[in-house]
């Protein structure tokens, strides 16, 4: 009989149009890293392409506050107002107990939560933009959000960049490819520990 190792956590955060999912997803398709993905649920509502059960679990916003009451989430945070989003521990602690390691893409507050609950069972790791105003360049480039919206995440990134000395690691995307490697070494590193 194999005994399994309980799996680790990594968290990974970022302000947003820092190429996060970029770089979860091209890690989870090469399949190089034995890693999970946890999938959140969120009372907001689904974007176009998105799946229930693989991007997200959307619930409403009572199905939520029932979910917190019956003491489902591992961490939960209001986002943005009136939008919550919430680590499920049926994703995480089924996962870790049978030995496999999980990514978590969750903010700076449920991040910095989460690493002080797992401790050394958990890397942090926060994506960072070569600079507030190249975020705001990539974010006026990209074309979707209006200059009120673009205003707002700056100013969002700007909130979250102060949680960067929280986290273990910081890898900053200057370059998708470099950004990519590096945090595929980190984690390999951290789970070989
Ligand atoms: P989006 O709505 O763009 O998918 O996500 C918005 C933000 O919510 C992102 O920063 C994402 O990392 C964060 N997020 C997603 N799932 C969770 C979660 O389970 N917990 C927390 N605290 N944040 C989450």
Known sequence: ?????PGKII?????SGCGKSTIINELLRRGE????????ATSRPPR??????????????QE???????DAFVEYEEVYPGRFYGTLRSEVERRCAEGHNVILDIDVKGGVRVKKMFGDKALSLFIMP????????????????????????????????????????CVINDNLDTAIALTDSIIKEFIRQ
Request: charged share 35%.
């Open 1 to 5: 009989m194999t005994t399994l190792k």
């Open 11 to 15: 968290i990974i955060s970022a302000p």
């Open 33 to 40: 890293i034995d890693m999970e993905f946890s999938v959140s």
């Open 48 to 61: 176009e392409g998105e799946i229930n059960g693989k991007h997200y679990f959307f619930m409403t916003e």
């Open 64 to 70: 939520f506050r029932d979910a917190i009451a019956a």
């Open 130 to 169: 070569p600079s507030v105003d190249e975020l705001r360049r990539r974010l006026e480039k990209r074309g979707t959000d209006t200059p009120e919206a673009i205003a707002q995440r700056v100013g969002k990134a700007e909130f979250e960049l102060g949680f960067a000395d929280d986290y273990d690691k």
